[in-house]
Nanobody
Framework: QVQLVESGGGLVQPGGSLTLSCAAS????????MGWYRQALGKQRELVAT???????NYAESVKGRFTISGDNAKNTVYLQMNMLRSEDTAVYYC???????????WGQGTQVTVSS
């Protein structure tokens, strides 16, 4: 059983920063791709950023230049450094991963990020 566990969400003022972390546990050899999605109230879940095992990254246009994804392949962890946060970044952020040896996708339980003064 593979689990992805997020941490680091919370309340931050506009212009502030937060770092989200995600750690995988369970029987997994490694991940081909890991990343972050988010879902705001009343909206569909959307991609925020992904990173392949070879460090190729992909970002949503709305977060380019403000968010940075990074990770540790050996530890099956992925991070999201979020700077210059805006009210429209408020959402539940979900960690996501696709293992090396399977097409199954795994999701974390989500962590709330609220940007408000």
């Amino acid at each position: 059983q593979v689990q992805l566990v997020e941490s680091g969400g919370g309340l931050v003022q506009p212009g502030g920063s937060l770092t989200l972390s995600c750690a995988a546990s369970g029987s997994v050899f490694g991940f081909a791709t890991m990343g972050w999605y988010r879902q705001a109230l009343g909206k569909q879940r959307e991609l925020v950023a992904t990173m392949t095992r070879s460090r190729h990254t992909n970002y949503a246009e709305s977060v380019k230049g403000r968010f940075t994804i990074s990770g540790d392949n050996a530890k099956n962890t992925v991070y999201l450094q979020m700077n210059m946060l805006r009210s429209e970044d408020t959402a539940v952020y979900y960690c996501w991963g696709r293992p090396l040896t399977s097409q199954v996708e795994y999701w974390g339980q989500g962590t709330q990020v609220t940007v408000s003064s």
